[in-house]
């Protein structure tokens, strides 16, 4: 594993989640609570009144500055100054200092799940296929496709809808979907950062689930990626439990993505007994 890799995985995580969160129209700020910063390097995302317990999280740290109590001390600031109830920390284990232990002791982090970071060169890829059709998505279907995604999660939609289909515009997005017949059934997308290109936010409705929907949305997503000039493709899906499986971390490494590291999520609350 090198650095420079671990920097530039982070970074697209850190840019694309952003620009979801920043992008989001005035009603959806509003009534979810989204306020955004960025702090040495990275971004804090705080979303007050989110119903998922997802998207208040920060990111993309230990790059530009190191990991420290103090900087721990400014990310949870920005959350308690905006009264979130709770926010995740996700840091790369290769930029965490040898006192982490001590650091997340005192600022009461405690453990949540791991992440798996996927790369590979765009060359290595090897595509899926799909009974289904698939293909990019229009401003026309942005709203189906965020219903879609947001379902295929168990999410609900109320302003995080909104949130994902303002991000459809974005120029550096390339949102995908897969249909049965007329039916939008499965979405994904492509964020473009550099030469790097991110497949993310790719779900499925649970009745359509093993029909190689997003094994084909990860093949015209790599398509993409290569005539917009990118070079490599990072990912990142949740590490199963010992003895449980994660379809999606199965799809991305039999397209030829490869662990690059496992990162721990790391959880704060406001309201941790002190």
Known sequence: MHLDQTALAEGIEAEFMYRYQ????????????????RIAGGVALSMRDDPTDFWSKALGFGFEEP????????????????????????????????????????????EGGRIVKLWC?????????????????????????????????????????????AGVDDPDTRPFAAWDGDRMVAGANLFIHGELGSLNSGSTLPEYRNRGAQSALIAIRAEAAAKAGCRWLVAETGQPATGEVNPSLNNMIRAGLRPLYTRQNWLWRSDAPS
């Open 67 to 110: 990991v420290t109590a103090e900087l721990v001390d400014r990310i949870l600031d920005f959350y308690r100054g905006e009264g979130s109830p709770g926010a995740t920390l996700q840091i790369a284990p290769s930029v965490l200092p040898p006192d982490w232990d001590d650091i997340r002791t005192e600022h009461q982090l405690r």
């Open 121 to 165: 060169p765009i060359d290595d890829f090897t595509p899926g296929t799909t009974d289904l059709r698939v293909g990019p998505v229009t401003s026309e279907d942005a709203r189906e496709w965020a219903s879609v995604v947001l379902g295929g999660f168990g999410m609900p939609e109320k302003g995080i809808a909104e949130m994902l289909t």
């Open 22 to 37: 920043s992008g989001a129209p005035l009603s959806a700020r509003t009534e979810l609570g989204i306020t955004t910063t």
